[in-house]
C-alpha cells in the first residue's frame, strides 16, 4: 500500500467531482521536513515552533530561532511554511520555562495568554520569523485564540517589530499572511469579527473537540467517549466552514482529524477545501478523496446533520457512504 501511496504523490488531489482540495502536512522538527517532498504535500499547514524549544535545554536565543526557520523554509524549497507561535503551557510542557503549577493546566496560561503575558518572548519569536523570511512569504498563526481582541493585540506588537526591521534598513517578508487558530469554542460566537481580522483560520481540531465536549484530549478514560463525527462537533466545523464562505476567508483544519481517511471524509462533506495532517497520512486521505464525490456526501451529511430525531450515529451513516462508493 505505501508503494501505491507513492504513485499518488504528484497526482492533483481533485475529487471525482472536480473539487481541488488543498493538502498539506504537520511538522515541528527539521527532520519532518523531508516529508514534504516524500508525501507530495503542498505545504507545512501547521508548524510546531514549541517543538524547538520543547527539545532545548534552555530557551532558544533569535538567532537560534531564525536560524531554524531560515533552515526549515530552505528545506521546504518554495513550498508554504505555517509557523504557529509558541503554544506552550498545558500538555506542551517547556523544562526551563517553570511556571506555577496548575489545576485545569489545559485552561491555564498556555499559548497565546502566555505570550500576551511575556511580550519580549513573543517579538523576540515575530522577530525572528520576520528576518527568515526576509524576501519571502511569512505565513504566521496564533494558537488558542479566545477574543478577537487578542490577536489585535498580536497585530500592535508585529507592526512595532515591521517598522523597527524597516528602520534598519532589513529586507521584509514580500507578504505576510496573518492567521488565527480555532480552536475555544468562544470563537464560534466572533465568527465574522474572527474572519474580518485575519487572513486564514486554522481549526485545531484536538482542542477544540476537548474543549467543546468538555473532555481531557490525554484522559483515556473519557478522551475516546464522543466521537469527532457526532452531530455537535460536526454541526459546529459546518459553521465554521459557512462562516468562512460568507466572508471569503479561507479556512483550513490541522487536528488530527483530518488524518483519518472517514472523518477526513467527512471533513469534505462538510465542505472543507484545504486540511493539514501529519506526513504519513497524506497518501491515504489523497487515494479517498480521488474516488469521492464530495457534493453528493455533503447532501447526505447536510440531511444527516439538519435531521433531530434521528437517532443513528452519522459515524455509521459515513462508513456506510465509503462502502457504497
Ligand atoms: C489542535 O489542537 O488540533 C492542534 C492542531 O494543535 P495541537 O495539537 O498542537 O494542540
Ligand atoms: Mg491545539
Same mark, same amino acid.
Given at each position: @500500500?505505501?508503494?501505491?501511496?507513492?504513485?499518488? @504523490?504528484?497526482?492533483?488531489?481533485?475529487?471525482?467531482?472536480?473539487?481541488?482540495?488543498?493538502?498539506?502536512?504537520?511538522?515541528?522538527?527539521?527532520?519532518?521536513?523531508?516529508?514534504?517532498?516524500?508525501?507530495?504535500?503542498?505545504?507545512?499547514?501547521?508548524?510546531?515552533?514549541?517543538?524547538?524549544?520543547?527539545? #532545548?535545554?534552555?530557551?532558544?536565543?533569535?538567532?537560534?530561532?531564525?536560524?531554524?526557520?531560515?533552515?526549515?523554509?530552505?528545506? &521546504?524549497?518554495?513550498?508554504?511554511?505555517?509557523?504557529?507561535?509558541?503554544?506552550?503551557?498545558?500538555?506542551?510542557?517547556?523544562?526551563?520555562?517553570?511556571?506555577?503549577?496548575?489545576?485545569?493546566?489545559?485552561?491555564?496560561?498556555?499559548?497565546?495568554?502566555?505570550?500576551?503575558?511575556?511580550? *519580549?518572548?513573543?517579538?523576540?519569536?515575530?522577530? #525572528?520569523?520576520?528576518?527568515?523570511?526576509?524576501?519571502?512569504?511569512?505565513?504566521?498563526?496564533?494558537?488558542?485564540?479566545?477574543?478577537?481582541?487578542?490577536? @489585535?493585540?498580536?497585530?500592535?506588537?508585529?507592526?512595532?517589530? %515591521? +517598522?523597527?526591521?524597516?528602520?534598519?534598513?532589513?529586507?521584509?517578508?514580500?507578504?505576510?499572511?496573518?492567521? #488565527?487558530?480555532?480552536?475555544?469554542?468562544?470563537?464560534?460566537?466572533?465568527?465574522?469579527?474572527?474572519?474580518?481580522?485575519?487572513?486564514?483560520?486554522?481549526?485545531?481540531?484536538? $482542542?477544540?473537540?476537548?474543549?467543546?465536549?468538555?473532555?481531557?484530549?490525554?484522559? &483515556?478514560?473519557?478522551?475516546? @467517549?464522543?466521537?469527532?463525527?457526532?452531530?455537535?462537533?460536526?454541526?459546529?466545523?459546518?459553521? %465554521?466552514?459557512?462562516?468562512?464562505?460568507?466572508?471569503?476567508?479561507?479556512?483550513?483544519?490541522?487536528?488530527?482529524?483530518?488524518?483519518?481517511?472517514?472523518?477526513?471524509?467527512?471533513?469534505?462533506? %462538510?465542505?472543507?477545501?484545504?486540511?493539514?495532517?501529519?506526513?504519513?497520512?497524506?497518501?491515504?486521505?489523497?487515494?479517498?478523496?480521488?474516488?469521492?464525490?464530495?457534493?453528493?456526501? *455533503?447532501?447526505?451529511?447536510?440531511?444527516?446533520? $439538519?435531521?433531530?430525531?434521528?437517532? +443513528?450515529?452519522?459515524?455509521?451513516?459515513?462508513?456506510?457512504? #465509503?462502502?457504497?462508493?
Amino acid at each position: @500500500r505505501q508503494e501505491q501511496f507513492r504513485a499518488l @504523490r504528484d497526482v492533483e488531489p481533485v475529487t471525482k467531482d472536480g473539487k481541488r482540495i488543498r493538502l498539506q502536512m504537520n511538522a515541528g522538527l527539521l527532520v519532518d521536513l523531508p516529508q514534504l517532498a516524500e508525501s507530495g504535500a503542498e505545504g507545512i499547514g501547521l508548524f510546531r515552533t514549541e517543538l524547538q524549544f520543547m527539545i #532545548a535545554s534552555t530557551m532558544p536565543k533569535m538567532e537560534e530561532q531564525e536560524a531554524f526557520y531560515r533552515n526549515v523554509m530552505k528545506q &521546504a524549497a518554495g513550498k508554504p511554511v505555517t509557523f504557529r507561535t509558541l503554544d506552550i503551557g498545558g500538555d506542551k510542557v517547556v523544562p526551563y520555562f517553570r511556571a506555577a503549577e496548575e489545576e485545569n493546566p489545559a485552561l491555564g496560561w498556555r499559548a497565546i495568554r502566555l505570550s500576551l503575558d511575556r511580550p *519580549g518572548l513573543l517579538r523576540t519569536q515575530l522577530r #525572528a520569523m520576520l528576518r527568515a523570511s526576509a524576501g519571502e512569504e511569512l505565513k504566521l498563526m496564533l494558537p488558542m485564540v479566545t477574543e478577537v481582541s487578542e490577536l @489585535r493585540q498580536v497585530r500592535g506588537l508585529l507592526q512595532k517589530e %515591521i +517598522q523597527r526591521q524597516s528602520k534598519s534598513g532589513e529586507q521584509l517578508p514580500r507578504k505576510l499572511q496573518f492567521g #488565527a487558530m480555532l480552536e475555544v469554542p468562544a470563537l464560534l460566537w466572533q465568527l465574522d469579527e474572527l474572519m474580518s481580522e485575519v487572513d486564514f483560520v486554522s481549526v485545531g481540531s484536538n $482542542d477544540l473537540f476537548q474543549f467543546t465536549m468538555a473532555v481531557d484530549r490525554g484522559n &483515556a478514560r473519557v478522551s475516546d @467517549r464522543f466521537d469527532v463525527l457526532g452531530r455537535p462537533f460536526l454541526r459546529m466545523l459546518r459553521d %465554521i466552514v459557512r462562516a468562512g464562505d460568507r466572508s471569503g476567508t479561507s479556512v483550513t483544519l490541522c487536528g488530527e482529524m483530518a488524518s483519518k481517511p472517514l472523518p477526513a471524509m467527512a471533513l469534505l462533506g %462538510i465542505g472543507f477545501r484545504s486540511v493539514s495532517m501529519s506526513p504519513t497520512a497524506v497518501g491515504p486521505v489523497k487515494a479517498m478523496l480521488l474516488a469521492l464525490d464530495a457534493d453528493k456526501l *455533503g447532501e447526505m451529511l447536510n440531511v444527516a446533520l $439538519d435531521d433531530t430525531k434521528s437517532q +443513528q450515529p452519522v459515524r455509521e451513516l459515513l462508513t456506510a457512504f #465509503a462502502a457504497e462508493h
